[in-house]
């Protein structure tokens, strides 16, 4: 990489950073440097290691191996507090605002101004009018308790209180994606205030448009390594998304039906819930296998949520040979007309009850399938069990152990099984192999194919491209709450699912 | 020590030791009585069976409890739920006492139901509510006196009678027992109850109808505590204010002991029995030993503490 291009000095660099989670390697052996007075866009897919190079620079997270240097002296953060007294200040994507607080009391939570050792209120009053004045926002009173204002507003707040810190550095995860293009204005015009007052300004979007627009560096990561550094308008949109992709393909799919027109069954039309889905229309045949892509928080979860009867106020219609489809909880979309299934996201927390025996685990979903009346008959309990253990090659002690005694991948078929066992027409499947090895990987791939076969309509929302496109009989990506591109045969690759993901086809259009 | 309980399943500890515990109060209080009287009373069956029969109500009002703690929450208003079933029963009398106690139980184990898992009020606070309304109630309905309603023979026979020498209160006990433990073990509804427990958004997600079975679990304590109060009036020959006061710390305390988490998930039925009779004996030997009444809360007190500090903290799972 040429440096000449760039103005100002590296004020963060960091050598050599290792970060891994149980295992798993998030970041690996990471040089990267950012310079005072830039504004430096960092890209890559999800998992590429981006929130974790931001963690660790703002003291959330410390890492395994590596140096990092402030101004050229080395430091080593333990808290955010320290982070923030050296001037790296973080706005992350999850709002760190206490609803129940004033937006002043927020605003000077971490240094509250004092007289005579008591938090001086006119004072914090008058520092939130000045820094929220700064970035336009006067209408907010510092008096309002942050829970009444709009989402767009908190995040703000929360811009207000991180320039409250007097940041060298200011680090902006996804911070515009809460916020209304009035507010997005207002932040453009911030960074470039920062910019010349020398601020280095970090800035991690999945928005093209707005890193062409705003940023003068560009940072491309993936799988956990710092791919390259460049100028604003060195590399075309094309081969960023090739950097951003560029890896290989491993895990072996079982071989794909050649494309044909499925019949549709499981329709759903203009599928709307609060702000999150704006209008969803997909249908899914009997033996497809549809694949939900795009970046993270898209509305994915918030779909296969909605049509297993889990959220409130959902609008729209889910029909299924054309008889309607409403359920209103997760026992209604398992026990009614068409039988949905839904494997959640997060197999400890929502899928199993992890102190519980893997049998128990097992039957959640069918202890009525098992009873003669109110009863357990242990006959029938044992050959379900066993049925499922069997069924999916559970690779257990005694089904009488906890489950949480099991790997990742064996929980993970644990709540497959228990839901087999309820005989769906529709599968929803939410990132099914996630932290899991690449062995039952491939034994899932197996399965979803197998149960196509037999004629189920499955929906299976994946983070990883390689799976959309080893496994999918067509791929819908989602931004914004909608469904935007919908690929078919040949046109499932990396290439088009990256760019219909970051919407940057529409973006050229607009 | 470690050597013997390493091989016994960790839910089931916390039972091992409480009857250990339970042995060396019969022993220790048998020493005592030797020693200064010559006599053991505290191993004669007649002695045993009657404190069991007081026992009874406990035990009964304990395995209501056990249901609503299985599912991390608690029934606060048993003492009010217990005394409003014995004066009803009582004042109604004749043929329709008993189910008209066991009707308040099931009304107020309803409310308390709906509230926690529909209004989403955490339960410690509505059954509290509960029970003060109760109170008010009963208050309301005796007009502030003692009533005067006298306990139906039927009451007095099930709650101070014997039947082949065993007093007939240990029958029903040991029916409701049975009743909860195969509830427990063998129904679907039992199976829920700890899925709920251990964690209600996964258990919602597999399509358990998590509300039915809150409601459900604090409609049976409500049962259980009339049932108890229909006894205890039987017992005393009729309903009292406030009868139903020393009944709530033991019954938690008794299935606390028993091994099941107060957290809701991991117990068995067992463990409330074994921790009910520590409670029981623990109380009949302090007042054999003659303890005046603050050492006796302050030793019963700590011995709760103590037992559940040797527990430990609960077995962490990790994956």
């Known amino acids: ?510 | 020590m470690n050597n013997l309980f390493s091989s016994i399943r960790p839910e089931n500890k916390p039972i091992v030791i409480a009857s250990f515990f339970i042995i060396a109060i019969l022993l220790i209080g048998t020493g005592y009585t030797l020693s200064t009287q010559g006599t053991a009373p505290l191993l004669s069956p007649n002695y045993l069976l009657q404190q069991l029969q007081t026992g009874s109500f406990l035990g009964i009002v304990a395995a209501g409890m056990m249901m609503v703690i299985l599912l991390g929450h608690i029934d606060l208003s048993v003492p009010w739920t217990l005394t409003a079933a014995a004066m009803m029963a009582a004042s109604v009398g004749g043929e329709m006492a008993l189910p008209t106690g066991i009707a308040v139980g099931l009304a107020v184990g309803l409310v308390n139901g709906l509230g926690v898992a529909y209004l989403r009020i955490p339960s410690m606070i509505f059954t509290l509510g509960v029970d003060s309304v109760l109170r008010g109630l009963m208050v309301a309905h005796t007009g502030g006196f003692a009533p005067q309603d006298q306990a139906t023979p039927l009451m007095r026979y099930l709650a101070a009678d014997r039947l082949l020498g065993v007093p007939v209160a240990i029958y029903v006990w040991a029916f409701v027992s049975i009743c909860i433990a195969v509830t427990l073990t063998r129904t679907s509804f039992g199976r829920s109850i700890y899925a709920t427990g251990n964690r209600e958004g996964a258990a919602y997600l597999s399509g358990i109808r998590t509300r039915l079975v809150i409601i459900g679990a604090f409609m049976m304590s409500g049962v259980c505590a009339s049932i108890a109060g229909v006894l205890l009036a039987g017992y005393s020959a009729k309903a009292y204010q406030g009868m139903g006061l020393p009944y709530l710390l033991p019954a938690i305390a008794a299935v606390v002991l028993g091994g099941t988490r107060i957290l809701g998930g991991q117990g068995r039925y067992i463990g409330t029995l074994v921790g009910v009779v520590l409670i029981v004996l623990l109380n009949s030997v302090l007042s054999i030993m003659q303890m005046p009444e603050a050492g006796r809360q302050i030793i019963y007190g700590s011995v709760i503490v103590g037992m559940l500090l040797v527990y430990g903290r609960g077995s962490k799972v990790t994956s």
């Open chain 1, 1 to 510: 990489m040429s440096d000449t291009t760039f103005r100002g000095v590296p004020i963060v660099e960091l050598r050599g950073i290792s970060k891994a989670f149980s295992g798993a390697k998030a970041l690996e052996g990471v040089d990267f440097s950012c310079r005072s007075g830039s504004t430096h866009a960092i890209l890559g897919e999800n998992g590429a290691g981006k929130s974790t190079l931001i963690k660790i620079m703002s003291g959330v997270l410390q890492p395994d191996t590596g140096e990092m240097y402030l101004n050229g002296q080395p430091v080593r953060f333990r808290s955010p507090a320290e982070a923030a007294k050296s001037g790296i200040v973080c706005i992350f994507q999850e709002l760190s605002l206490m609803p129940d607080l004033t937006v002043a009391d927020n605003i000077s939570i971490s240094e509250p101004p004092r007289r005579f050792g008591l938090i001086d209120g006119r004072e914090q009053k008058r520092r939130a009018e000045e820094l929220l004045a700064r970035i336009r926002c006067e209408d907010i009173n510092p008096n309002a308790l942050v829970r009444d204002l709009s989402l767009s507003r908190r995040q703000m707040v929360e811009i207000a209180k991180a320039l409250g810190m007097n940041p060298k550095v200011l680090i902006l995860d996804e911070a515009t994606s809460a916020l209304t293009s009035r507010d997005v204005e207002t932040v453009y015009d911030l960074l470039g205030d920062l910019k010349d007052e020398d601020v280095a300004s970090l800035f991690i979007s999945h928005r093209m448009h707005e890193v062409d627009r705003l940023c003068d560096t560009l940072s491309v990561f993936r799988n956990g390594n710092h791919v390259d550094t460049f100028g604003k308008g060195e590399r075309s949109p094309g081969e960023i998304v090739r950097m951003m992709i560029g890896r290989d393909v491993e895990a072996h799919f079982p071989p794909k039906p050649e494309p044909r027109e499925a019949t549709p069954y499981f329709e759903i039309n203009n599928l709307s819930w609060e702000n999150r889905l704006n209008g969803v229309d997909l249908s899914i045949g009997k033996g497809e296998i549809v694949g939900l892509g795009g970046l993270d928080g898209q509305g994915q979860k918030e779909l296969l949520l909605a049509l297993f009867g889990v959220l409130r106020g959902v609008d729209g219609k889910v029909t299924a040979d054309s008889s309607s489809v409403s359920p209103s909880s997760p026992h209604d979309a398992k026990t009614g007309k068409t039988r949905i299934a839904l494997v959640p996201e997060d197999r400890k927390t929502e899928g199993l009850m992890l102190p519980m025996s893997i049998a128990d685990n097992l039957l959640a979903s069918s202890f009525d399938k098992v009873s003669t009346g109110p009863f357990i008959d242990s006959g029938k309990e044992r050959t379900a069990v066993e049925d499922g253990i069997r069924k999916l090659q559970i690779k257990i002690n005694k089904a009488t152990d906890a489950v949480a005694t099991l790997s990742g991948g064996n929980q993970q078929k644990v709540v497959i099984a228990k839901w087999l066992m309820t005989g769906p027409d529709v599968i929803l499947l939410n990132d099914p192999t996630r932290g899991i090895d690449v062995g039952t990987k491939q034994e899932i791939y197996k399965l979803m194919r197998d149960l196509a076969d037999e004629g189920k309509a499955i929906l299976f929302y994946s983070t990883d491209y390689a799976e959309l496109i080893g496994c999918c009989d067509r791929v819908a990506i989602m931004y914004d709450g909608t469904i935007t591109t919908q690929l078919t045969g040949d046109s499932i690759n990396e290439e088009s699912i990256v760019s219909a993901s970051l919407n940057i086809n529409s973006q050229s259009a607009a």
